[in-house]
């Protein structure tokens, strides 16, 4: 495993980097002042640019024969009291080579926006809706290293994510936000115009609790210009540092990709607002709903699409997601979901139209089909199954909604 690490949570190694000079100026007693030692293995960089700082390498090869470094501890040098930061991804999945240089540029990225953020979320805290649980963050966050592991804790929400998509580009279709395209399959995208290809260009988009940024990466590469948003700065360095990995979110695409570490209402205290504002999976993760909701919809500009999923609170859910999928058969971990901060329709609907001032379009069950292995969406509380696909699509409510959904809504006041 290769451990890249710094000389401060927050410091911000600066650009360009001069050079950096292998085991330069680190004596036996240092070594052992950050309980490593260099027969384990460590090797560290001192970067000069002008002021000295710190990269530490552990060098190991897992086995798939693909250089690695992680950040799910840190360490303190007792002779300065300094922390050394530990933090990374994995590098194979990555087109970057593992090399010093290469980790200090993301390091610095991710440090310089995370100070850029801390700093100006600092002096406007003074909002009176406070929403974010601290535990559900932690949570979260132990979990940041495997955001882009389609087969690990995160697999369910990677083989959500296309029809999440696809549920919101016909929900912004139908409301009048973008104009009618044809969804065609990836095999048919060279004989896609511009306006085909990129069908969300022109629109920003908020997604808050972007986690990895599975959703948020995915939004930019059809063309929006999307914030992610996420209280866990651990989360919001695993989604900066992954979509350095794609040309389309760096410049080669129509659309754009920020990531912010920030809560919901910071960034409402900042005065933004947005086309489309969309939070998959995480209400059931508030503390408070209602006001989360509440500052979702302001958020929102005037005749802006909300776009929510979460899970209902029945039997149903309960068999599927808490003893099923967490207790028996372990798709994800134990101790994720929480039974009674579960949402009913009809409860997320009356907050959304009554605190968030939206009018309510559809609702609409995503349910995991065994047999295929794919989640599929149900059919719409208008017994629509435009955006439907496979067996579940025979589905309609209640039995459609009584575990997974989603809902679409239209702001309709100032």
């Known amino acids: 495993m290769m451990i890249c690490g710094n000389t401060g949570r927050h410091v911000s190694l600066p650009k360009p980097i001069a ?18 030692k260099q027969s384990q293995g460590w090797e560290h960089y001192m970067i000069h640019s002008p002021e000295p700082h710190v990269l530490l390498f552990k060098r190991e090869k897992d086995y798939q024969s693909n250089w690695r470094f992680n950040r799910k501890h840190h360490f303190k040098n007792v002779s300065t009291s300094q922390d050394y930061y530990i933090c990374g991804y994995e590098i194979y999945e990555m087109d970057l080579s593992c090399s010093p240089s290469s980790c200090a540029e993301m ?10 953020d801390t700093s100006r979320s600092s002096s406007t805290t003074d909002s009176s809706i406070r929403t974010v649980n601290k535990d559900e963050i932690a949570k979260f966050a132990a979990m940041s290293d495997e955001w882009w592991a389609p087969q690990g804790p995160f697999k369910m929400l990677h083989l959500m994510n296309p029809p999440r998509v696809r549920y919101i580009r016909n929900r912004l279709e139908a409301s009048g936000a973008i104009s009618n395209i044809s969804i065609k399959s990836s095999s048919d995208q060279s004989n896609l115009s511009t306006k085909d290809r990129f069908p ?26 999307v914030t992610g948003l996420d209280a866990s700065i651990e989360n919001i360095q695993m989604a900066r540092i992954h979509s350095k990995k794609d040309p389309l979110l760096n410049g080669g695409g129509l659309g754009s990709l920020e990531y912010r570490h920030l809560t919901a209402e910071s960034l409402l205290e900042q005065g933004h607002q947005f086309d489309v504002v969309c939070s998959l999976e995480v209400i059931e993760h508030v503390d408070n709903p209602a006001g989360f909701l509440k500052v979702l919809g302001q958020l929102l500009k005037p005749n802006g699409d909300l776009i929510l999923s979460t899970i209902s609170r029945t039997p149903l859910s309960y068999l599927t997601t808490i003893l099923f999928a967490e207790h028996l058969l372990r798709m994800v971990p134990v101790g994720t979901h929480h039974w009674s901060k579960f949402i009913t329709p009809d409860e997320l609907k009356a907050g959304v139209e009554d605190l968030a001032g939206c009018q309510v379009l559809n609702i609409q069950g995503i349910g995991f089909n065994p047999l295929s292995g794919q989640w599929e969406l149900t059919k719409s509380c208008d017994g629509s199954r435009a955006d439907s696909r496979g067996l579940l699509s025979l589905l309609g409510p209640p039995v459609s909604e009584a575990a997974n959904y989603l809902l679409a809504a239209k702001k309709t006041s100032q």
Do not use: F, K
């Not at 050079?19 to 240092?30: A, G, K």
């Not at 390091?107 to 850029?116: A, I, K």
């Open 107 to 116: 390091l610095t990225s991710v440090t310089n926006s995370e100070n850029n």
């Open 200 to 225: 969300l260009q022109g629109l920003s988009i908020l997604d808050v609790g972007c986690g990895g940024g599975l959703l948020a990466e995915a939004l930019a590469r059809l063309g929006a210009r």
């Open 19 to 36: 050079r950096y000079v292998p085991n330069e100026l680190m004596s036996e007693e240092e070594w052992r002042s950050l309980g490593v």
